[in-house]
Nanobody, 124 residues
């Protein structure tokens, strides 16, 4: 069992930065894939970034060069550094974990463990 709790959301102006954190507890050894997803009203949940269980990292094209995903093993947290934020980044952000997600890392149905979400709002 894995328990995930996000924090760090808020409201910023376009071009600003935010850092999200996800506290991990339970059986969260290195064999888990850890990911950030987001969902805005009326849209499907979309993958933002993932640390795969082999250590490789993937980003959605829309956030490449602006967002950075990282894991702090000592603090048992998953982080998402978000820079140059845009209004279209406005969404509820969730962290997710699974030992064996689907081949498409950004398919939300492949993750069994989810946090409760943290809201990010970017104004123009």
């Amino acid at each position: 069992q894995v328990h995930l709790v996000e924090s760090g959301g808020g409201s910023v102006q376009s071009g600003g930065s935010l850092r999200l954190s996800c506290a991990l507890s339970g059986h969260t050894d290195s064999r888990y894939c850890l990911a950030w997803f987001r969902q805005s009203p009326g849209k499907e949940r979309e993958g933002v970034a993932v640390i795969n269980n082999d250590g490789t990292i993937n980003y959605a094209d829309s956030v490449k060069g602006r967002f950075t995903i990282s894991q702090d093993i000592s603090k048992n947290t998953l982080n998402l550094e978000m820079n140059n934020l845009k209004p279209e980044d406005t969404a509820m952000y969730y962290c997710a974990a699974d030992r064996h997600p689907l081949a498409n890392w950004n398919d939300a149905s492949g993750y069994n463990y989810w946090g409760q979400g943290t809201q990010v709002t970017v104004s123009s």
